[in-house]
Every structure is written in C-alpha cells, then in structure tokens.
C-alpha cells in the first residue's frame, strides 16, 4: 500500500500516519520527494483498512499494489481450471456450447429446442425457471414446474443442464434438477447468494454485473470461492455504457482481461450482450477469436411467441449457422467445438 | 406502442404484424409514410410483448407510448405521498435527515453519534447490522446484535432508526428491531428481496442502483408498492460513470426527474454519491436546493477508526456544519430542516 | 511517480528500471515489499515520461503522485482568480448570470432577449454565431452577420457579450465583436484552438468536453494558460452517461471538485447540461447552492420557433422566475446575484 | 416523425401541433389511444425541426422514424464502397493492415519500423507528425520535417501512408506527403475540419470519438461526404466506460452495426482501443472475426524510448506474431491478410 500526503504535511502529521501503519501490523517506509512525502506500507496488505488511512486529513491518496482477490488469482494458481460436468469440460480445449430459451415455457418448447441444439453440436442446454424482470407484471416463470421439465428434458436428450438461482431458498430446489447454478447480471453483488452457492457442490456461473470492474467481478467469485466451491465460471454479458446500437455493450476487453488475472474458465453471452439476434452470430465469433472458453446462445423454436427476449433469440436453423461459422474459428485459435 | 416496419415492408408482412397485435388484444391503425409504414397499437398497452413485436423479421423497432409503471406514477396518485414514523414525517415541508454510522460498530459508537447528530437536529439514526461488501474477507456487519444496540439506542434518544435488509430471511429480525427497512443499491433488482418487503408493514427506502435508469428504477419501487406496501422512499446515491474524481457520480439531475414522475419521497446521500468527506457538505445543499425532500448522511465519532466508509464520514461537528449550511437553503426553496 | 514491478522480478531487471529513472534526471528509491518490489522516482515529476516506464516488461503499474497541470492548479495560485469585463466580475462575489438565445437569428430577436434578461439581471448576453452542429445539414449559423447584431445589441444595451470560437482562423472576427470567447464541449481537446485563443487578450471560457474527466478539462485549460491567457473560465454542461432522463449528466460533483484544484472561476450550464428546459430552474439553484461562480441559460422569446435547441430554452418570463428563485440561494451561500 | 402528446391535450392544443407540422412542409396524421394523442408527420422528415416541436408545451415526446444521415446509409448505397490507393483495396475481400509508430521521431525510427512491418505483410504506414497530445508540454510532433521523412520512408518502401490531420490549415501539408488523411477521435466533431478535408481528393479515415454514438459517428462521415468526398474510411477506436481493466472500452459491436447502416469500410485499432500491447493480438483477431476490413496497430521499434504510446506499442516481432495469428481468423471468415 503506498500513502501519499499532502503537500507540507508536518513532521508530528507524518508520524501519525507511520503509528497507524504500524498498528495494523506493517512496517511504514518513508520516502520524501520534492514535493510529497510518501509512506509504503510494507506486509500483509490484507490487514490494512484503506478507508482509516484516507479519513486521516493529511492523507492524500491511497494506492494498493496487491490485488484484493487471492483464491480466484493466476498467483494462487497458474494452470487454468477444468470444470467437469458428465461428458463435458468447461476450460479445456473444447469450445463449449450453452444454448437454450430465455425461459422454460412447455415441455414440448424446451424439448424441440434441446433436440435442436444438440444436433447442431451445443453440450449443454440454458432456460430460466425462475426470471429476474424489470417489471413487476411481467411473467416471472414456471418455477419448480419449469425444472422438472428441464429434468426430463435432460433425461431424454442427455444434455447437461443450467438455469439460474435467484435466492437462498431455491438452492434445494435447484440443485435437485440442474447441473449447473447461475447467478444473473443483477444478483452478482447479492452476496448472500454468492455465500449460498459458495457451499453448493455443484458448478456455479457467474454472470458479470452491467457495471461491475474487473476487479469486483472477480471479488464476487472469491465470495464463492471462499466458503469452498472452487468450480466457479465467469461469464461475460454486456455492461451499461451510453451506447444506444446494442442493448449492452458487449466487453470483450474482458476477456483477455479476465485470462491474464484469473485460472477460472471465461463464458461469453452474446445474446444478453447485444440484445439483438443479428449482431449474436457476429459477435460469438469475436468472443472465440480473442479467447473466450464457450458462449450461451438464446434459442428460441418461435421467437414471436417467446414469454422473453425474443429479440435477442435465434431461431434453431440460425444457430446451426452460428455453429457453422464459429467452427472454423475455434480451429483458427486452436481449439474445437 | 408505435411499430416502424422496415422499408418496403409487403403487403403481407404489414398484415401479420397487424394480426399478431390484435391478437395480443389491441386495434391496429396503419400509417403509410413516404418511405416507413408504422403500425399503432391501440389500447392496453400493458398487453404488448414487445420483445415478441420485435423478433418479427419486417419489424425495425418498437416504440412504447405509455409509461410501464402504474402505482408509484404521478398520473396514478396526484398528490406528493407523505410518510409518517413517529414524529417524522418524510416527503412533507421538512427536510428529512437521516444520519449515523455506516456500520453498527458497538453500543458506545453507535449512542454518542445518536446524541451527537440529534443534537444538530437530525430525526433519523442509520446504521448497517447486515454489511454488503465487495470483499469476502472485510467486515461483514454486526448482525443481530448490532440491531439490538440500534433498538437500545432508539430507546435512549428517541430517534427513529433505518437498517438495511440484504435478504427475504432477515425480515423479521429487521422488522423487530428497526423503524425503516432499507433496499441496498446492489440490490435494486434483487426481485425477490423487493417482493418481500412488498409484504411488510413497515415503510422501505430503495436505494438506486449504480447503473439504474430512472425508469428502472421506479419499476423497482413498482415491485415493493404492487405487493400492497405503498410507503416506499427513493434515494439517489450516485451512479457509476467514467469520472474519477468521485467514487461515484451523484446524479442530481434524477431529483427533478422523480419529482415530476413520481409521488413518492426521494432522499439524496450524498456520502455515497461522492465518496469523499470534503464533497458532503457542498452536494448535501444542491441536493435540497434541488428538490430533494431529505439528506442520509454517514457520521462517525472516529473516521479513522471506522470499521468501513471511514473516507466518506462527517466527524460530528461536521455534521453540525452541514446543518447550518443547510437550513439557510431549505429556507430559501420554502422548506425548513 | 511510484513504479510497481510484477512480482519475482529480477535484480538485473530492478536495475534496468531504475537506470531508466535516473537517465530521466530523477533518483530512484527503492522497496522491497513482502510481494513486490516498489521504485520512487524521486525529483522533477515531469521528466518522467510514463509511457516508457509502462513499455518495461517488468513495470507492472505506474502511479503517479504529482498533478500533471500547474498553471491552473490551487498549488501555484492560492486566492481565487477574479476576471473583470467592464463591470462584471467573473469569479467574485457576485453570481455571474450568462444568458441569450442558442442561434443568433435576427436582430429582433437578440435584442429582444437581451432586453428582457437584462430586466432579470443578467449582464452577459450569449448566442452563437457559428453552430457547431451533429449534421451538416441543420443551420449552422449566421456568421460575421450575427456577430455584427451583436455588438450593435451589446451597444444597445450595455451587456457584455459571449461567443463561440470554432476554429482558429475565426479568431480575428471574434476578437473584433465579442467580449469573452466561447471554446464549446466538442472542441475542449482541438489543441491547435486552445493555443490560439491562447494568445488573445480576450477572456475563455472553456466548455468540459462530454467525456472529459477532471483532469483532462484543467490540462485544456493549462493549455491556454500555457501561451499567456491567464483568463480562462471553467464551464460544466453534462457528461455523457448511460442515463436518458436527461440529454447529457450535468455533473454539479465537478463543481466542489474544480474549486479544490484550480483558482479559475466555474459556471454551470444546465440548459445544455441537461436538455429539458423544466429541469434547468431546479439545476440552477443547485449549481448555486455547491458553489458555481455563475450560470449560463439558453433563453428564446420564442422557443418553437428557435432554429436550434428550443427544446432546452427558457422563455423570458420563466427566466425571470429563474432569476427570483436563484437569489435567495445565493444569499444563503453568502453570495449576491 | 412521431409526435406524442401530453395526457389530456385539448382539441386547440392538438390543432396547434398539426398546424405547426404543416406549416414544416409536412402532413399530419392523428391516431388517438385509450390515454395519449399520437401524430405522426409524413413526408420529408428532414424538414422537420425536431426541437422546435419539443419545445411545444402539449407535446411530450419527438420520435423521429428516419436516419438523419444519407449519404453514407446502406439504404443510399447497397454495395460496400471500396477504396482503391495504388494496389492497395479498402474495404475488399483483404484485410487491410495498418501499422507503424505513434509519432515520427526520426527517418532511422520510422523507415526501420516501416521495412519490419512491410516484411510482415502490412500495406499502410502510420505515424503522427502533429500530435494531439492532452498536456500543452508533451512533445507535440516533428510537424513537416516529419512529414518529409514519411514521404521519404514511402519512396523507398513503397508502403502507402497515413497521417493526421490536426486543423484546416493543414491541409496543403498533409494532401502534399500522405496518401491519408486522418481525422483523430478528438476531432470527430471538429466540424470545420471535416468540411475542410471533405474538399479533398485524399481518401479520409475518420476514428470515432470516445463518447460518439453510431449516429454520431456517421453524422461526422456525412460532413465529409456532403462536401464531395466519398472515400471515408470509419475507425472504431474505443470509447470511455467506467471499466479501469483497458484505458478505453474497444466497443467491437459497433462493427456489425456499422456495415449493416453504412456501406464504408470499417477499420479497427485495438492499440488505442485498449492501450495495453498485451491486448492488442486478441482484440485483433476478434475484430477481424466479427467482420472489420482492417486493423490499424501501433509498432515501434523500441517502446521503451518511444516518445509516445510506448505502453500499447508492439515491437516488430510481436507484430508479426499478429499477422501470423489473424491470418487464420481472416481465412475463417471467407478473407485474405
């Protein structure tokens, strides 16, 4: 931690500065500039309270060097997580394919569409049961119903399968039916959750929140990381920026960014990420171009009749081209679908 | 709902979209332009799927006419909604103000920052028992414990107090213990948290969330009022932008918006919103010089020694500050502190 | 200028760096954390070229300590800078009130609202004589024949007069017209423009760019500064942000921001600052209350019939209202208008 | 153009509205819902003047259904434009490479770079001789003698160049040593400027503004265009977000959006874009991924002496690494390097 004061900070003020320090267990190292002094906090940075530093007057500025995330980092581990569900890895060498409605509407929707994708290639099939919605009267999905759909869905297509978690209480629920938890865009900072899964045993993924850092998405899946779940995927969904041509804006940044910092396998949704069909097929092939580990793609057999973003679904012969067109991407970086 | 089809749209393109928004229920009126044809959807526009209308291939967007929200619009209810605890009345001709900890630290901290922000007039004592924060490894909030000492100290000064919920399962304990529950921003679009507060008697202050429009966010509000609870409060605390020199941007330009969209109370915090001691006091009279019917305000005895937030509290001769720096502007737009 | 190197770098690479610091004419003070090893550059911060320490394969981050302005900065000028125009003072105790019509339209037209603001008691007339416009087809403005309206208004009625300067070569023609030149958002980084109004004997003022951070709107300013011009006013209208309750996000948190880090006077410009003439009285007293030096307000007789921004201008009767409602906030910051 | 009327408009009010449309040139439509007015404007819609009508107290929302751009739209021109420099297409089936220093510092710099990146297969040099550089006391540019040695660097290798365009008096230096004319993100809205090199026979490339939207973006080409120049070239170059993990958000979705609204070829710098060299390679093969005609990269010869932009630049090398890596990518999706 580097502490910077204020210009002519007097010797007594320093001294304040250095005590605090110390107190929290460091070591402070002072280093006088022309204009500034300067105080590196030298040890466990962990043990520093950066908010007590800053409300001292004379201080400046206050500077971690250390990042706040320790299990989620490529220092605590350098080769890349493998998540295994079934048949399926999640990290590997593979590109892997979620696809699926943005809600589970009837058997015989979720059904056609599972038998559709996984023809088309796609390992693991999405559908919301439980929707998080702007709008109060908007449908909030089938719920216990909707997963056992998924359930039997599975069963006779032998696809592996993932729907999301809104809270707490649902976690028996959803852990009796799916294979993999999802945590929504807008639950990412809704810590208690995070604890919730943290203790799961099953395969948690982790959706960006549309204002989150880099920094904060990874602090979410340490939240998970720390009560013992370390089967944590990130997923990359679009953040809010002033943009108006795509619903979000999809953060491919990220992606190398999120490669460089952590071991944790790197999904990219851009479906969600766009908000609009045209622009999905374009833009997962850019996810895999600069190193994304797979994509969740929103299918739809009708979308003119889906309960939810029809907008932004495929309809399953557009996801066979999307399939088709990624393909030769995957092999140019060196993977596989 | 006003549909722009795409230029040289068929015959036959215009009938479907004209016979899917019957069937939806409304009446469609077509208007030929020189080169767009646009569909308008006549009646309850609340009918409309929107994402349905624009997953239709000859549809180029869609344009809502009406507000999505119903009960916490001015149109609904004329009249500002004024909110009574106790003695307190928020959304009337007295500026409300809210201050205390970030956290419940302990029963001394917690009564001298009571008896210190009662005496500069404040009427309402604030402080986390539950602490949302980004890392897994920092404070996590005194619990219940914490809401004990707030109940002791309510008893002692008579203040009212606010705490926030951060899930469904803490109702009761907060409903026990506190006079006003509050929605946290991170959990603006937490639905199942704001349903279930729908449900309590006691009023809740929603917090917007870093990246919510103000239609988001009055959709929110729309969640806690639908489920019968009509004593809802709105409070900015900053926004997440590209500016540095805040740790938020507290966007005051919302105050005006809601006023004019709305009828319930709206608080500003400035102390989120800046993130900075030194910005409090300036921001805290542009609030109130702005509209806003109250001020949440972080104070701690010992900002260097606070558990959390220490950056952005008021020492409480600050606090005392502000008060005076305030009344005057409360005067001058009619109202009083 | 801190240098954090990645961890486990080598001695032979800590001394590449620190060659680098010293052959840059600083010292280099070196520490050795428990993770990393931290370099202090230590002497004249603005030898240091940061991109080139950045290029260092070692070098990990870069932070530096000093501001990068100095012209501009509290540091170097203590007492607030107070521009006199004939009997305005920009930056005094009074609150400086800018007002007049977007386009200069007629002559009708500008001495009509220069009468009536006049009234109120604005004593700074503003119109625009070329338009800085998103199309090029829209009007762009009346020329060197609306500056001559101008100054035959200004000799009319006494007021002091503002004006934009678009490019460089416009300069003599400004000069020769108006009192103060206007330097607008989109052009606070045309470098070659600062540098010329740079030289002029004329006061600026210097429109914050849309995205603009804090630091970038003091270097523009430093760059006028910089040729000679020690003139310059500060002007905040909105940043661009994901929020759409208003055009643009007047950010009033800049203000106290600004008036802890530079001596130059600030306006506020709520009329571009938010786009909607029914939020600009409230944003007014606002801008006030945190202790802007003045206001600029788009004021038309006839705004349906303004060729540009009627939608953001106040009639000269709601001017008025503004001017009655600004004043009793300016006595409570112990101001007058 | 749609025009939605306030809640409980009077007959008069609605004839006011109509006769005012009218009175524009245009005729006016109304449809009248369960609660609001709806008047659309048919004809010509760029005789309306959108803000004249918002200013009109009845009405509450403009909605225009037309794009305000028309020269540069895909509606104007089906087929994408193609600019032919010597052998060189932009905007053919070859993906174009551009690359070469930040600024020109000497012949010895830039004709080293120039043969490196030549071997590696690029076509296009870039290097500034004026520089837009945020502090008035970082180095500004070598100005003509840079230019010379550009020209110089041109007749040995036979790369054909591009170089910046800082302000309109400019022009007869830049039209008489580069082949290109480029417009910086600083001065997408520099109007008089893309007049100025809309006069021009030089093909132009014009980068996107940091806070630019796609409409804005094209306005800015249609300035150009509107002026005779039809060979514009569009750069997406990163915009400003809250995201720290890149210095800008390379905002890859606007190329997708881009072809589909505009026939102009589409370039991308994932230098600036992100500003970190370890990004560059990644962010390049998704762009070409997602259908961009080109990649503009930065490439010196020694970073870490590079008196500009050291921190994103490639060594040679590592831009052949590039070219070796997109080579795949741009085969996959039907291209050649």
Known sequence: MIIVLKPKTSEKDIKHVVDKVEKMGLKAHISKGVERTVIGAIGDESLIREDQLKAIPSVDKVMPILKPYKLVSREFKKEDTIIEIGDVSIGG???????????????????????????????????????????PYAFQGMGEEGLKIMQEVEKETGLITISEIMEASQLPLLEKYVDILQIGARNMQNFNLLKTVGRSKKPVMLKRGPSATLKEFLMS?????????????????????????????????????????????????????????????????????????????????????????????????????????????????????
């Open 221 to 337: 899946a340490e939240y998970i990381m720390s009560e013992g779940n370390h089967n944590v995927i990130l997923c990359e969904r679009g953040i809010r920026t002033f943009c108006t041509h795509t619903r979000n804006t999809l953060d491919l940044n990220i992606v190398p960014g999120l490669k460089q910092a952590t071991h944790l396998p790197v999904i990219v949704d851009p479906s969600h990420g766009t908000g609009k069909h045209d622009f999905v097929i374009p833009l997962s092939k850019a996810a895999v171009a600069c190193g994304a580990d797979g994509l969740m793609i929103e299918v739809h057999p009708n979308p003119e009749e889906a309960v939810s973003d029809g907008d932004q679904s495929l309809l399953p012969n557009k996801f066979d081209d999307l399939m088709k067109e990624v393909e030769p991407i995957a092999k140019a970086v060196g993977r596989k679908l």
């Open 93 to 135: 060498k593979q590109i892997v394919m979620m696809a699926g409605p943005c809600s589970i509407e009837s058997k015989e929707q979720l059904l056609k569409t599972a038998k559709a994708i996984k023809k088309s290639g796609a390992t693991i099939l999405r559908g919301g049961a439980f929707k998080p919605r702007t709008s």
